[in-house]
């Protein structure tokens, strides 16, 4: 009878092992090629992810008889407000917001002045290029301007500034400036349907 290794005690143990762990892990293959169950089942994950929920205010293109119905007695009022954001020219990008006291009707992209005026004297210098003077206006009603639709503001605070409005400038030397005519549309066609009393600009 021969005398066995000091180690054989624990040999078979460690060769099963690592046999069975051959067989627990995918091959190479197996990992780049799933197998059908696996996916089927990946698949059947992706259908069932709720898509992303729009969040474009429901007035955004212009009023519709079924949102005109959901409205109330009170005025409609504009905000405008200059935003850190730049567009890709550099022009600094404003937001024009259309509410019915706390309710989001419709928020469209807009400029005012040139970049390189952002920060001078908006009230007491006309001419200069800087952006709406901040403060409540009265605003009119829609009219043709040439090619363009023209929206008068009429300062509710004493200002040297003058022939202020909201049009589709791009930029504009101290007007309200809605680039994309789709938004200028939108503002005119809600503008005519219901009365909106003031623009307030924030800052």
Known sequence: MTRG???AHWCWPVLA??????CWRRTPLEQVF???????ASSLERRSKP???????PGQLGPTQELLATLSSASLSLTAQRTQRQRPDGERLWTLELHQKERLLARWEAVSG???SQFLDRRWSPGNGAPLPS??????????????IWLTLTPRFETTRSGLGIHGCNPGSGCI???DRSALEALANWAKAVPIQTLTVLN
Not at 17 to 22: D, I, K, P, S
Not at 135 to 148: H, M, N, V
């Open 5 to 7: 290794t000091p180690h």
């Open 34 to 40: 799933p197998s059908p169950a696996s996916a089927e």
């Open 51 to 57: 898509k992303a929920q729009s969040t474009q205010p």
């Open 135 to 148: 403060g409540q206006y009265s605003l009119g009603l829609p009219e043709a301007w040439g090619d363009d």
């Open 114 to 116: 040139f970049a390189s």
């Open 177 to 179: 400036c809605l680039p």
């Open 17 to 22: 092992a690592v046999l069975l762990q051959g």
